[in-house]
């Protein structure tokens, strides 16, 4: 089993930044992926932005040039730093990681963006 423990979320106002970590620790054979996944209340969970362990990245239409996600391969760690952050990110943000071919989850972190 792969856990995932995220932090960073929090309050913060339009147009300011905030930085969300994801570490995943266990019994890991090797993680393909990590990103980060978002809902809000009466949507579907949707993709903010992935990493491969090769490096390649993915985002979702709304963060782009906004968003940045990061990797760490040999912490098993992921980084998403949120610049120019606006309403329709309050969300809550969920940490996702594959693991050969097996996704988990982390328990969600709130992002509150205020006016």
């Known amino acids: 089993q792969v856990q995932l423990v995220e932090s960073g979320g929090g309050l913060v106002q339009v147009g300011g930044s905030l930085t969300l970590s994801c570490a995943a620790s266990?019994?890991?054979?090797?993680?393909?992926?990590m990103g980060w996944y978002r809902r809000t209340p009466g949507k579907q969970r949707q993709l903010v932005a992935s990493i491969t362990s090769g490096g390649f990245t993915n985002y979702g239409d709304s963060v782009k040039g906004r968003f940045t996600i990061s990797g760490d391969n040999a912490k098993n760690t992921v980084f998403l730093q949120m610049n120019s952050l606006n309403l329709e990110d309050t969300a809550v943000y969920y940490c996702n990681a594959w693991d050969v071919g097996t996704p988990y989850w982390g328990q969600g972190t709130q992002v509150t963006v205020s006016s």
């Open positions: 266990g019994t890991i054979s090797k993680i393909n992926s």
